[in-house]
């Protein structure tokens, strides 16, 4: 994999080397190895059920990296759902899921953590949209973690869960290998809580608060020849999405604290909308947007100026989320002239996780 110079100041250039590795390698258990867990395991299978998310903006780049969670976020969960199936083994780790170097890794990591001598059988399924803002990783990950708790016995708390995946976040490289990955913790907070989260640095949830309940949710997804994973990603969010955030970090914060915790309170979906359209013209999240052209900009305005309040590009894109209490119809009357097509028809998910255990 090749070496990035990451720039975010004039004073701020650093070579950072994307290099993969075997799942199973690097850990971070966090010291929760230090303490000796009583571990029961269930003799049936835990289902876990997972909702997706949005990820509408990051507050600050400049405080995580690949392999250094953190940064801040905003972003809600949908009701689109993976889901993880855990039984306990004696010793064998079988994986049925079509991207399992990066649950094997998390196996390890949890094994290493909670002293957990036997094995797993693991059945994951994800929503299937990839690497298109959706968290697909985040979610099957997060989802798989649980499962995995819950099987032995639940030694471990929902934020030490939380912590645990952030730390050890990867992605699958496709060649059996995984490399560390952007994250900010929004994912795995909304998976677990749902609603709207707010995430200040090192995975601290700030606040959470359900949202637009009974509202639509449209997911829009543009085609596009940009990337939005691997390197490609790095060098948007590392080198312009770090120096934009320079810039315009402290209103990004300012707006997020006075402005949409408020209406979050208030249950103004409209104001929150105002408040999320502004913050795509700010920082890092300006980054993301130009990375696919202007033209996302330009369907995102189309869809405002026809009536729609809360519109949002989720992540680094090109997912288009748009919230409103008008039909499916009705907004695909207004991009048919954009050549865009209504891709999955939702609603907010305010429960969260949900956990079974079957015989």
Known sequence: MPKLMIRGGDLDLVEYELQPFLPGNQINTLGFEKKKYSLKPVKGTVLVTAPARIHLTVLDMNR?????????GVGFAVQVYCTAEVSCTPKEVE???DRSPVLRHHVEIFRKAVGYKGGFRITAR??????VGMGSTSTISIATLTAMNQAVGSPLTQDQLRL???YNFVEETGDGNIAFAFETGVGPAVSIHGGMAIMGDDLTL?????FAEGQNVFIVIPTSDISSAGTREIELLMNRGRNLDYLDRSIKCHMVLMDLIPALERGDVKKT???MWEIEFRGSKRAEVEHHGFRIYEYMAHIR???????GMSSVGPTIAVITDRSRKDLE???AELGLKVAVETKIDNKGMRLEEKK
């Open 305 to 311: 100026e026809a009536g729609f309040n809360f519109v």
């Open 64 to 72: 995580f990296a690949p392999g250094k969670p953190g940064g801040g």
């Open 273 to 275: 909308g105002n408040i």
């Open 95 to 97: 994986i049925n899921y």
């Open 206 to 210: 700030v606040y959470q608060h359900t």
């Open 333 to 335: 009357k207004a991009i």
């Open 126 to 131: 994800d929503h299937l949209y990839h690497h």
């Open 164 to 166: 645990l995946m952030g």
